[in-house]
């Protein structure tokens, strides 16, 4: 009952807060792998995602994605961020996010000397691999725990040192 006064009051059941994101220019697929439907979504990067893309957002922490489900979390669409995701979407993040690659996306992904980004399952199998780089290993746990962070932030800054 509560959760349909919600929606009564916001006007965000979960399916018209999905058929309203995918309205968005690239959110009928996943941002990450391209999969079809995605029905999760970075609060901060403003994208959705499918499952097991929203997975390996997770687990770069919530300082990097702040992963939310578009069916479940009914509480966190609230008109204001719907706005927004209607001016962000896929399309528009990816532009920015990946502007800083030597080449168009595609063809990174056809490339067998470029990195490729995991897609679907393999990509929570592999997020390690794709998201820390693996130059800097240590013996020392604490030494690597916070080597490990650090890996992480260089690698979604961008940055290599």
Known sequence: QLLQQHHRHTGSG??????????????????DCGGADPDWASLNLGILLCI?????H????????????????VKVWENS???VFESIGNTVSNAIWEAALP?????VASSSEAPVRPAGAAAVQHSDSWV?????????????SESSKQRKQRQVSGIKH
């Open 81 to 83: 961020v719907l706005e």
């Open 52 to 56: 097991e893309c929203s997975g390996v």
């Open 14 to 31: 979960s399916s018209s807060v999905l058929d309203r994101l995918r309205l968005v220019p690239g959110n009928k697929q996943c941002a």
């Open 103 to 107: 080449q168009p996306a595609a063809a």
């Open 132 to 144: 820390w780089d693996d130059e800097d290993s240590s013996g020392d746990e604490h030494e690597a």
């Open 58 to 73: 997770r687990q770069l922490g919530v300082h990097v994605s702040k992963v939310r489900s578009c069916t479940l979390d």
